[in-house]
């Protein structure tokens, strides 16, 4: 997929392109027998995101930081789709107390979870830590969605096991990845504040999806459960996640008008990954405009990631204790 078929909206091998929307992507798709998880559903691509696999017939769980925000997303998808099966629930992923007190109040309703799809963050914010001392990009893009896997990964392979039913789990990383800092990672400087830069930041953040996805995919294929894992990135899209620099945003966004997307555009992709029946056994892989890419050299270093596992699993445990 190269910046022609970007600009043009042409199709790929998959069939669609960076034109296409989500409803057009899941045509036909019958999600009626399928739970399904997504972070930050309650505003912009993932509120988008929850709608269709909603109207898709799918049992949307909307987790969310601002409650009243999912609850208006909520009643959103009910006018247009009145026997929608939505809830919300509250998850903070800056909060490792919070991620562990969804995951059980979710475990406790002894629902099934075919697919879970990791699409919360922020993005460019100024320096500054979550409360469990975690630089916050890292802290929320990767660590939180890090930690929030784990935990409902046991329910996923019995769920997969038990239904026969093929379970996915969805990174939304961005093209982002591609400007990180030189060591892709830096491990012993997560939280250094004097060389904090909040591109370079969110560009780490969004490495570390995709080697999360790759690594866990690994894993799995290796322990030979029924799911697979990808990444993804959803297109540039004027969403709420640019608040922090909206300004900067919009003057770039006129010299680059031909490679923005609609959110219904932006949500293709995640919908895509999710649902749809070709990529049946797919894993590992990077997504753009619902078709395969090739990401950075970073991103496909297996050494780092691992690395970056076994980095994210000690940082948990040193926060919790903590």
Known sequence: MGLFSLMTGLPGPSGFGSASTAE????????????????GGASGIGAETARVLALRGAHVVVAARNMD?????????????????????????????????????????HLP???????????????????????????????GHFHLTNL??????STAKESG?????????SIAHLHTYKEGIRFEAINDKLQYSDKKAYGQSKLANILHANELSRRLQEEGANITMNSLHPGL??????????????????????????????????CFVALHPSLKGVT?????DCNELQPSHLAQNRELATKLWDFSNKLIKSAEFN
């Open 24 to 39: 057009q992507v899941t045509a036909g798709v019958d999600a009626s027998n399928l739970t399904i998880i997504i972070t």
């Open 69 to 109: 925000a999912a609850n208006e997303a909520k009643q959103s998808i009910l006018k247009d789709t009145p026997n929608a099966r939505v809830d919300v629930m509250k998850l903070d992923l800056c909060s490792l107390k919070s991620i562990r007190a969804f995951a059980d109040q979710f475990l406790a309703l």
């Open 113 to 143: 979870l075919n697919i879970l799809i990791n699409n919360a963050g922020v993005m460019f914010c100024p320096y500054q830590l979550s409360e469990d001392k975690i630089e916050m990009q890292f802290a929320t893009n990767h660590l």
């Open 152 to 157: 409902l990964l046991d329910k996923m392979k």
């Open 165 to 173: 039913i093929e379970g996915r789990i969805v990174n939304l990383s």
């Open 237 to 270: 899209i004027m969403t709420n996640l640019m608040r922090h620099s909206a300004v900067v945003m919009r003057v770039f966004q006129l010299f680059t008008f031909l490679l923005w997307k609609n959110v219904p555009q932006g949500a293709a992709t995640t």
């Open 284 to 288: 590992g892989k990077y997504f753009l």
